[in-house]
């Protein structure tokens, strides 16, 4: 029964790609549902592995769990001690499939998704090698690393025919949603401004994660990890915590702007800046990264159908020993709304169209007869109803106590996957439009320059050249499987 269903998929996903790729586009280039023709089953049970195995990796599977029907069936990572956790872990009634070599995973027919949740440096080549080989990809933001990586998934999204999420699951949260229903009912006007920060102050906060003691060459493979990083010796703090190096992370622009944008493109339905500065500064964690540990940006929305001009400026200071009140505030021309953890808040507000005059403005340093003869004219012109505004409101809304955004992230790509559809929430066109200005961000950092960006043909305008310095072949990568 399972194989029939297997050979049924893959008979199909030839078809199904051709589909996705000519006949079905939507408008810039995101293929529109395929009806059917990949459909898992509504009893068949949606079997995953996960790829990387750390703490996200930890969370995504559990959030996966949390929905029925689904089974993880493999799980890949290069430290030994974590493929033996997830054995304890999940394995308890089975016998758990793991492996160092993500390829023998990819090439297992009992898998029909992953979980791509790698340190960043992986997401692109694992997320590629996946879908070549069949597999409905779950993958963990940023989409990619760096600003060439991104048209390569994206493409090889689009071949295969299969359904795939990026990982910034707070957009399937309650509050998102209303945040979005509130901005397309025209609630706070036209937007102009967007201002949202995440600061910290903790060295687990800014990324210093504790290392085994049983870490070596012996229980991790740090040559699969390098993989198109530049070759260096065995560091166990640059393979724990990677985020502190730009050859595998993204900084704070890849790991935490990339959620506050990623909210922002779901709930303003924009494609994303055309101008993208960004300034920063290593202020604290002076542990050896080479990544800043403050950074402010500032991002150009041009007018489109879907949104007036506006601004985006966004802030992370991990050395914020002050109050730290983190909040994301969308601004309109009518009102604001803002979020606080998982709620949010709308005020309104609208100017009366009587401007006023007195207090701090120039009326009293007219002379009497001409203060006199300016409220004549002004009686005239605005009539009492045009002098007073509605009263400022608020409107609080708060998410149900049992919204689960991370399993309803899942849940989204899980549907998809039956229904043998490519439309989730945050596809890899959707995913890349949030990644790219904020990889944009971290050139604009390292290279001291604007960055400009088509947010239509997802193209930069004016790249370094040479466009890349580290060509991503990993096909060398030796095998080193050991299962455990
Ligand atoms: N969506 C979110 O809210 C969220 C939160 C945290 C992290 N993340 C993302 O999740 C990813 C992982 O972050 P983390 O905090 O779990 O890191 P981590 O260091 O805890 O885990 C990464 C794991 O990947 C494994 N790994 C590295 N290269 C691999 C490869 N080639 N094949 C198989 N396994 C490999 C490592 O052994 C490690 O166990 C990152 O991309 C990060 O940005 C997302």
């Known amino acids: 029964m399972q194989s029939n269903r297997r050979t049924f998929i893959k008979s199909?996903?030839?078809?199904?790609?051709?589909?996705?790729?000519?006949?079905?586009?939507?408008?810039?280039?995101?293929?529109?549902?395929?009806?059917?023709?990949?459909?898992?089953?509504?009893?068949?049970?949606?079997?995953?592995?996960?790829?990387?195995?750390?703490?996200?990796?930890?969370?995504?599977?559990?959030?996966a769990l949390r929905n029925p029907d689904v089974e993880l069936v493999g799980v890949a990572d290069l430290y030994t001690g974590r493929l033996e956790h997830a054995k304890t872990a999940y394995g308890k009634d089975k016998d758990l499939f793991t492996t160092r070599d993500h390829r023998e995973i990819l090439a297992r027919s009992d898998v029909d998704a992953v979980?791509?949740?790698?340190?960043?440096?992986?997401?692109?080549?694992?997320?590629?090698?996946?879908?070549?080989?069949?597999?409905?990809?779950?993958?963990?933001?940023?989409?990619?690393?760096?600003?060439?990586?991104?048209?390569?998934?994206?493409?090889?999204?689009?071949?295969?025919?299969?359904?795939?999420?990026?990982?910034?699951?707070?957009?399937?949260?309650?509050?998102?949603?209303?945040?979005?229903?509130?901005?397309?009912?025209?609630?706070?006007?036209?937007?102009?401004?967007?201002?949202?920060?995440?600061?910290?102050?903790?060295?687990?906060?800014?990324?210093?994660?504790?290392?085994?003691?049983?870490?070596?060459?012996?229980?991790?493979?740090?040559?699969?990890?390098?993989?198109?990083?530049?070759?260096?010796?065995?560091?166990?703090?640059?393979?724990?915590?990677?985020?502190?190096?730009?050859?595998?992370?993204?900084?704070?622009?890849?790991?935490?702007?990339?959620?506050?944008?990623?909210?922002?493109?779901?709930?303003?339905?924009?494609?994303?800046?055309?101008r993208i500065y960004s300034s920063g500064n290593l202020a604290y964690w002076k542990d050896g990264r080479d990544v800043p540990d403050i950074m402010a940006c500032i991002m150009d929305y041009p007018k489109t159908e879907q949104h007036e001009a506006f601004q985006m400026v966004l802030r992370v200071n991990f050395a914020n020993a002050g109050k730290i009140n983190d909040v994301t505030r969308i601004i309109g021309n009518e009102g604001q709304i803002e979020f606080s953890e998982n709620n949010l808040i709308m005020t309104k507000k609208k100017l009366p169209i009587a401007p006023g005059y007195g207090g701090y403005d120039s009326f009293f340093t007219f002379t009497e007869p001409v203060q006199q003869e300016f409220v004549k004219g002004y009686d005239a012109k605005y009539p009492p109803e045009t002098r007073t505004s509605e009263p400022v409101k608020e409107v609080k809304f708060t998410a149900?106590?049992?919204?689960?955004?991370?399993?309803?992230?899942?849940?989204?790509?899980?549907?998809?996957?039956?229904?043998?559809?490519?439309g989730t929430l945050e596809d890899p066109v959707f995913g890349f439009r949030a990644a790219a200005p904020v990889l944009a961000c971290n050139e604009s950092f390292f290279e001291q320059k604007v960055v400009h960006w088509d947010p239509i043909t997802m193209t930069q305008k004016n790249p370094t050249a040479p466009t890349s310095t580290r060509k991503k072949t990993i096909a060398s990568t030796k095998s080193t499987t050991k299962k455990t």
Not at 27 to 42: Q, R
Not at 126 to 131: G, K, P, R, V
């Open 400 to 422: 149900p106590k049992d919204d689960d955004a991370h399993a309803k992230h899942f849940a989204d790509f899980f549907d998809n996957v039956r229904k043998g559809s490519q």
């Open 115 to 274: 979980l791509v949740v790698t340190p960043d440096h992986w997401h692109d080549h694992i997320t590629i090698a996946a879908l070549k080989a069949g597999k409905h990809v779950y993958c963990e933001k940023p989409m990619v690393q760096h600003l060439n990586e991104g048209k390569a998934v994206i493409d090889a999204w689009k071949k295969s025919g299969k359904t795939m999420q990026v990982g910034s699951q707070r957009i399937s949260s309650a509050a998102f949603q209303e945040a979005k229903r509130l901005v397309e009912a025209g609630e706070i006007g036209q937007i102009n401004y967007i201002e949202s920060n995440n600061d910290r102050f903790s060295a687990i906060g800014a990324w210093d994660y504790s290392i085994p003691p049983d870490a070596s060459t012996q229980t991790v493979d740090w040559d699969r990890f390098l993989g198109d990083a530049p070759k260096r010796p065995f560091d166990e703090k640059r393979f724990f915590r990677w985020r502190n190096y730009k050859d595998y992370g993204t900084g704070v622009a890849g790991d935490l702007f990339i959620h506050l944008i990623t909210g922002v493109h779901f709930v303003t339905n924009t494609m994303g800046p055309t």
């Open 12 to 63: 199909l996903s030839a078809a199904s790609a051709l589909i996705a790729t000519e006949s079905v586009a939507k408008p810039f280039g995101v293929p529109a549902y395929i009806p059917n023709l990949m459909k898992v089953s509504p009893n068949d049970k949606i079997r995953f592995a996960t790829i990387g195995m750390g703490i996200q990796g930890n969370f995504d599977t559990q959030a």
